[in-house]
């Protein structure tokens, strides 16, 4: 997309038919702020790229800031670059809602993930100046640094420094792609180590945390609707299996003496592809990674190594599949007279969303008109991590084909500015 | 292994029991060539790196000349860097005999692949000088150029220059991995690209060719005979194989709503493991090299390259074997909602052995008291070439463990001389 062309804007305003603007929210202003977000780190075929720590992320967060204060809001920053913008609530003895999201983006992604989490937070407050409204609870939009992980092949990193999930020895041997250190890489936007190692912060002064999020999904489109509930959010587990066998001339060995650890290996992924859904509907598995060695044409693979990215939103039947999936690797294995070796390197507890929390969405989504649908959330978000220490709950708006991370990513005016009603209604039934 | 320790001449003399030291084929000698040829190219850890128009691939060359000089030969070379040493027969209307190998190597590889060829060649002609005997026919030893092809991932090269199989075109465009163009690789020995252009051979002159060659299996090991007799040569047929998914979100896609590359891949390289047995006892089918797409843990492949390598020792059953890859290929993707495209690469014809050759070193065996078995080679050897132009033989000899381009691979001395001797016997035979 020529960057003349490029106007989010007038793409998001062509088909709202304005019928959602009322109770102060306004979708005029939710599209030119879009516009304006997707303007910095616009890529040449009309992505975003805003890599966390960079340069145009703190941009974003700067911009940001300013139409924070305009809105009342009063702002701060911590360690790890976070930025929070607190409205005091009526009662000041009650701990305060919060919501939010990131405006970092992957290298090459769309406008929606997720300047949708944090412009819906702050549209809420717009919305409330309007009609004059003061919640109850003291009420916190939040803008986490690098959710996407893009610079470091990690992620979550602003929640979980300020959730202190962030093993520091570890973070502190992180390179980027450019071989800068962690430690130039929060110096060069004005934090360091140890402001990052500060951002920890006492929870207790937080009731919950709500995200709005596109739902990078289809389900929602299939269905017809704008808004959904997100059930709970899975939390990957990454076993890394190596299939060791016998490297050989791909010419002068019989195939029956052969300890092939492709064979093994094909047998494996094509059949832990059948696992998920006898353990769990929410559950998935897949093998994205996998290396063959020596991976010579005409040479027998001695060994296969791989990883199997392993989901689910409950914590028990993850676990289920995955002792299911070593045992087909151990099975399948000894069929096959190779070895396999397996080590679990990632496990992140996943969240289910708690029934209070969803039958407060459910009312909130009845109100305004749209079907309740409940959707697992198998990508992690920041409400992951929070949801580790407080009660949290998702939205998921409507994504056009399900495509996200890609500049084709998309989500109508229409279904946000819905999205912005139930994720309002929601926070003001909050006792 | 360190270099004061080597002494290839120690170790093959160190269980030489002599027995087989007759008709004047001379164990001695033959270890003693074996370990002066070793010398040269000779790798830290004790094996050989004569890569194809190398310095080392020329000084082995020339150590041969002086022995082939020596032993009374007429020595020549071609444009290709190809040796020949003549010894003219009694009748001169009769086609010459010819017999040999290569003295190049793999980049680390052993001591018998395959200076065996060529100083078996050899060993024959020094049992004539020593015992007087003139054979009817001329008689060539042949040391062709490049044979391992591990210059310009190619091979066969020396053969394929004799016999006209070389397109010119496509050669001038090789570069190894040091850069340099083939026309440059030419003139650092001291030949041209014109040169080997011209090396073609009008094989009329030539009778038969007979190669001696390590087993690279574990065949005869297991009978416990030195020498066995090669029922074919596989030609190898490369099948690429494209599995086309759509790459998507390792979370957020339910399982039933994937189209995953490496399922379709695994499934296909599990199910063709069962086929080559189906067609031919000679037939094997390897996919040693694959690459998904693209490869990130948390992302469902969207495409898996790979190459199926596909030998038999018949054309016909290769080409049922591979027709019915193809077919599995097809029926898979269909399966599991993918796409299929392939494309066969490269195809060598395969050269089965005739009946008559096979009789005369079935005597030749029986005559040395060792019972004739027969092996098909599903390595590519020089006769490789030479057979698809005219009748060819082989015969292997005993390997160790069936290690071969490594500096373990072994042949014991007894099992040689055995080798020498049903070669010579064969070479007699000849009408």
């Known amino acids: 997309m020529a960057a003349e062309e490029w106007d989010l804007y007038g793409r998001l305003i062509k088909d709202y038919d304005g019928n959602y603007t009322y109770e102060g929210i306004n979708g005029d202003r939710l599209a030119k702020r879009f516009h304006a977000i997707s303007e910095i780190g616009l890529t040449d075929d009309g992505g975003s790229r805003r890599i966390g720590f960079s340069k145009e992320e703190k941009q974003a967060k700067d911009l940001m800031k300013i139409w924070m204060k305009e809105a009342g809001l009063n702002v701060s920053e911590d360690g790890a670059g976070n ?254 007279g190779v070895k396999a070796n397996h080590q679990q390197n990632l496990e992140v507890t996943p969240v289910p969303i708690d029934d209070e929390r969803k039958q407060l969405l459910s009312l909130a989504l009845e109100k305004h008109d749209i079907k309740p649908v409940e959707i697992p959330s198998g990508a992690g978000h920041d409400a992951l991590i929070i949801g580790h220490h407080l009660p949290v709950a998702m939205l998921f708006v409507n994504s056009k084909n399900g495509v996200s991370h890609n500049p084709e990513e998309w989500s109508s005016l229409n279904d946000i500015v819905q999205g912005v009603h139930v994720l309002k209604t929601y926070i003001e039934s909050i006792d």
Request: hydrophobic fraction near 40%; charge should be negative.
């Open 83 to 336: 930025v929070f913008g607190r409205l005091e609530g009526k009662d000041h003895s009650l701990p305060a809602i919060m919501s939010g999201g990131h405006v970092d983006s992957v290298p090459n992604g769309g406008h929606f993930d997720s300047p949708l989490g944090v412009l819906s937070a702050l549209e809420v407050v717009e919305a409330w100046k309007e009609t004059g409204y003061q919640p109850n609870h003291s009420y916190e939009i939040a803008i986490f640094s690098d959710e996407e992980g893009a610079r470091f092949n990690s992620g979550l990193t602003g929640s979980r420094a300020m959730a202190g999930e962030v093993d520091m020895e570890l973070q502190r041997t992180l390179v980027d792609q450019d071989g800068n250190s962690f430690a130039k890489v929060m110096e060069d936007i004005g934090l360091s180590e140890e402001s990052f190692a500060e951002a920890a912060r006492d929870l207790s002064g937080i009731k919950t945390y709500v995200e709005i999020h596109i739902e990078q999904g289809a389900k929602l489109e299939a269905q017809n609707l704008p808004v959904g509930i997100v059930s709970g959010i899975a939390g990957p587990a990454w076993l890394e299996v190596d299939f060791i066998g016998v490297a050989g001339h791909a010419g002068n060995t019989p195939m029956t003496e052969r300890q092939d650890a492709l064979v093994a290996a094909g047998d494996f992924v094509r059949t832990i592809h059948q696992l998920p859904g006898k353990v769990s509907d929410s559950a998935v598995a897949t093998v994205g990674k996998l290396h063959v060695h020596p991976n010579g044409a005409n040479v027998i693979p001695g060994k296969v190594s791989l990883i199997v990215d392993i989901r689910d939103i409950y914590a028990d039947t993850r676990n289920e599949l995955t002792l299911r999936i070593i045992e087909e690797a151990e099975r399948i294995a000894d069929n096959c």
